[in-house]
C-alpha cells in the first residue's frame, strides 16, 4: 500500500513539472527591459579656439587744447563734435596787446641795429687809425666794446621780437593733430588764463584701440601652450574681432599691439590692447564691445553635446555608464562651447561613455542599455573644424 502511495505522489509531481516550468518562463518573460539610452564615447580631439571677453573702446590718441597766451576769446571757429586737420584753427583770442606788443619790438629792433650799424662803421674807422698810431689804444677798445654790446643788444631785440611773434601767432589756438574735436568748455568772451584752462579736446578715433583683460587663469593656460603663447604677444597674427552693441561684427579685424606688463591685483587680470582700423568710426570711445581671438587651437579637447551636461545647484553633472553598464553620476569642469557642445576642461577621459538621450530614465547605479547616439558620427567631422568659444566667467 506505501508503495502504491509513492507511486501517485511521483506521478503527481511529473503532471505538475510542466505547469511550473511554464510558470516561470511567464515570469521570466515579463520583465521589465533595460532603459535604453544614447552615448557618446569620449575622444578627445584639436580644435580651433575662440575666445570671447569683454572689451572698452578708447580713442588711440586724446590730447587737451590750451591756449599758450592769456586773453579774451574773441570767436570759437570749430564745430562741436566734427573732424578737424592738423593745424586748423580752434579759437581766436583777442590780438590788440599781442600785435602791439609785436611791433614795438620789430622797432626796438630796429633801432638797436642802427646803434650796431653806426658803432661798426666807427670801429672800421678807427681801426685803421690805430694801426699807424694815430689814436691811442684806449679809444679804439672802448670802440671795439660798445660794437661788441651794440650786437649783444641787436640779439636780444631779435629774441625779443620773436617771442612777441610767436605770442601773436598763439592767439589762434591750432588743433595739434587731427581728429573728432569734443565739447566747447570755454565760449566766446571767457577770459582764457593761458595754459591754466582746458579748451576743449581732440580725440584720435582712426585707428581706434580696444582694450579687454583675461583673467589669470587664462593666462596660465596660454603660457603653458607654446602655439598660444607664441601668438598672444603685440604685433603678432592673431585676429582680433569685435562685436558692436547690436551684436554685429566691426567692419575691420584688429591686431593686438600693447600687452600690460603686470596683473591688475585687484581683479586677477591683465590688460590687453588690440588697435582697429576705423574709418566709418562706428567704434567710438566708451562703447562696450565683445571681442572675440580667432586663430589659436586645443589639443586634446573633450567635447560633449550639451543636453548631456546638467546643472544643479552650482555643479555641472553627466550621467557616465561604466562596468557591467551601470550608471554613475560625474562632476564635470565645462569652460567653453563649440555649436551645440560643451567643452569639458576637467571630469571625463578618454574612452568614457557619456549619456546624451535618455537621461530621464537612468539613476546612480541602474543598469543601462546603451547605444551610440545616432548624430554622434555625423557630428564628430564638424567639430575637427568648429571653433571653441570660452565660457564667459561667473555664467553658470
Same mark, same amino acid.
Given at each position: 500500500? &506505501?508503495?502504491?502511495?509513492?507511486?501517485?505522489?511521483?506521478? +503527481?509531481?511529473? +503532471?505538475?513539472?510542466?505547469?511550473? *516550468?511554464?510558470?516561470?518562463?511567464?515570469?521570466?518573460? +515579463?520583465?521589465?527591459?533595460?532603459?535604453?539610452?544614447?552615448?557618446?564615447?569620449?575622444?578627445? /580631439? =584639436? $580644435?580651433?579656439?575662440?575666445?570671447?571677453?569683454?572689451?572698452? $573702446?578708447?580713442?588711440?590718441?586724446?590730447?587737451?587744447?590750451?591756449?599758450?597766451?592769456?586773453?579774451?576769446?574773441?570767436?570759437?571757429?570749430?564745430?562741436?563734435?566734427?573732424?578737424?586737420?592738423?593745424?586748423?584753427?580752434?579759437?581766436?583770442?583777442?590780438?590788440?596787446?599781442?600785435?602791439?606788443?609785436?611791433?614795438?619790438?620789430?622797432? /626796438?629792433?630796429?633801432?638797436?641795429?642802427?646803434?650796431?650799424?653806426?658803432?661798426?662803421?666807427? &670801429?672800421?674807422?678807427?681801426?685803421?687809425?690805430?694801426?699807424?698810431?694815430?689814436?691811442?689804444?684806449?679809444?679804439?677798445?672802448?670802440?671795439?666794446?660798445?660794437?661788441?654790446? *651794440?650786437?649783444?643788444?641787436?640779439?636780444?631785440?631779435?629774441?625779443?621780437?620773436?617771442?612777441?611773434?610767436?605770442?601773436?601767432?598763439?592767439?589762434?589756438?591750432?588743433?595739434?593733430?587731427?581728429?573728432?574735436?569734443?565739447?566747447?568748455?570755454?565760449?566766446?568772451?571767457?577770459?582764457?588764463?593761458?595754459?591754466?584752462?582746458?579748451?576743449?579736446?581732440?580725440?584720435?578715433?582712426?585707428?581706434?584701440?580696444?582694450?579687454?583683460?583675461?583673467?589669470?587663469?587664462?593666462? &596660465?593656460?596660454?603660457?603653458?601652450?607654446?602655439?598660444?603663447?607664441?601668438?598672444? $604677444?603685440?604685433?603678432?597674427?592673431?585676429?582680433?574681432?569685435?562685436?558692436?552693441?547690436?551684436?554685429?561684427?566691426?567692419?575691420?579685424?584688429?591686431?593686438?599691439?600693447?600687452?600690460?606688463?603686470?596683473?591688475?591685483?585687484?581683479?586677477? =587680470?591683465?590688460?590687453?590692447?588690440?588697435?582697429?582700423?576705423?574709418?566709418?568710426?562706428?567704434?567710438?570711445?566708451?562703447?562696450?564691445?565683445?571681442?572675440?581671438?580667432?586663430?589659436? =587651437?586645443?589639443?586634446?579637447?573633450?567635447?560633449?553635446?550639451?543636453?548631456?551636461?546638467?546643472?544643479?545647484?552650482?555643479?555641472?553633472?553627466?550621467? $557616465?555608464? %561604466?562596468? %557591467?553598464?551601470?550608471?554613475?553620476?560625474?562632476?564635470?569642469? *565645462?569652460?567653453?562651447?563649440?555649436?551645440?557642445?560643451?567643452?569639458?576642461?576637467?571630469? &571625463?577621459?578618454?574612452?568614457? /561613455?557619456?549619456?546624451?538621450?535618455?537621461?530621464?530614465?537612468?539613476?546612480?547605479?541602474?543598469?543601462?542599455?546603451?547605444?551610440?547616439?545616432?548624430?554622434?558620427?555625423?557630428?564628430?567631422?564638424?567639430?575637427?573644424? *568648429?571653433?571653441?568659444?570660452?565660457?564667459?566667467?561667473?555664467?553658470?
Amino acid at each position: 500500500m &506505501l508503495t502504491a502511495s509513492i507511486r501517485v505522489l511521483r506521478l +503527481s509531481q511529473l +503532471s505538475l513539472a510542466p505547469l511550473l *516550468a511554464g510558470a516561470c518562463k511567464e515570469a521570466a518573460s +515579463s520583465a521589465p527591459p533595460l532603459p535604453e539610452v544614447a552615448v557618446v564615447t569620449v575622444a578627445p /580631439r =584639436t $580644435v580651433n579656439q575662440d575666445l570671447d571677453f569683454a572689451g572698452s $573702446v578708447e580713442a588711440s590718441r586724446s590730447v587737451q587744447v590750451r591756449a599758450q597766451v592769456e586773453g579774451v576769446i574773441v570767436q570759437r571757429v570749430f564745430v562741436e563734435g566734427r573732424l578737424v586737420s592738423a593745424g586748423e584753427t580752434l579759437y581766436r583770442i583777442d590780438p590788440t596787446m599781442y600785435d602791439a606788443a609785436w611791433r614795438g619790438a620789430k622797432a /626796438r629792433l630796429a633801432e638797436a641795429e642802427a646803434r650796431l650799424a653806426n658803432a661798426e662803421q666807427n &670801429l672800421a674807422r678807427l681801426e685803421s687809425l690805430v694801426s699807424v698810431n694815430a689814436i691811442s689804444r684806449q679809444e679804439y677798445d672802448n670802440a671795439e666794446a660798445e660794437a661788441k654790446a *651794440a650786437r649783444a643788444t641787436v640779439e636780444d631785440a631779435h629774441a625779443v621780437v620773436d617771442q612777441a611773434k610767436k605770442n601773436l601767432d598763439d592767439t589762434s589756438v591750432r588743433a595739434e593733430l587731427g581728429g573728432r574735436v569734443g565739447k566747447a568748455l570755454l565760449e566766446a568772451g571767457a577770459r582764457v588764463r593761458g595754459s591754466d584752462d582746458i579748451l576743449t579736446t581732440i580725440d584720435v578715433l582712426d585707428p581706434i584701440y580696444v582694450t579687454f583683460k583675461p583673467s589669470g587663469q587664462q593666462l &596660465l593656460s596660454w603660457k603653458r601652450d607654446p602655439r598660444s603663447s607664441n601668438l598672444l $604677444v603685440p604685433g603678432s597674427s592673431l585676429k582680433v574681432t569685435a562685436f558692436l552693441p547690436d551684436n554685429r561684427p566691426a567692419p575691420t579685424t584688429g591686431r593686438i599691439t600693447f600687452i600690460d606688463p603686470v596683473l591688475d591685483p585687484a581683479t586677477g =587680470t591683465q590688460a590687453f590692447r588690440a588697435s582697429f582700423p576705423n574709418p566709418g568710426r562706428l567704434m567710438l570711445p566708451g562703447q562696450f564691445v565683445r571681442v572675440r581671438l580667432a586663430g589659436l =587651437t586645443r589639443d586634446s579637447t573633450v567635447l560633449v553635446p550639451q543636453r548631456a551636461v546638467l546643472q544643479q545647484m552650482g555643479r555641472e553633472i553627466v550621467y $557616465v555608464v %561604466g562596468a %557591467g553598464d551601470s550608471v554613475k553620476p560625474r562632476d564635470v569642469e *565645462a569652460t567653453g562651447w563649440s555649436g551645440d557642445r560643451w567643452l569639458i576642461e576637467k571630469g &571625463l577621459a578618454a574612452g568614457d /561613455r557619456v549619456v546624451v538621450d535618455g537621461i530621464q530614465k537612468v539613476a546612480p547605479g541602474r543598469v543601462v542599455k546603451p547605444v551610440p547616439l545616432a548624430d554622434s558620427a555625423a557630428a564628430a567631422p564638424e567639430v575637427l573644424g *568648429a571653433a571653441v568659444q570660452q565660457k564667459p566667467r561667473g555664467s553658470p
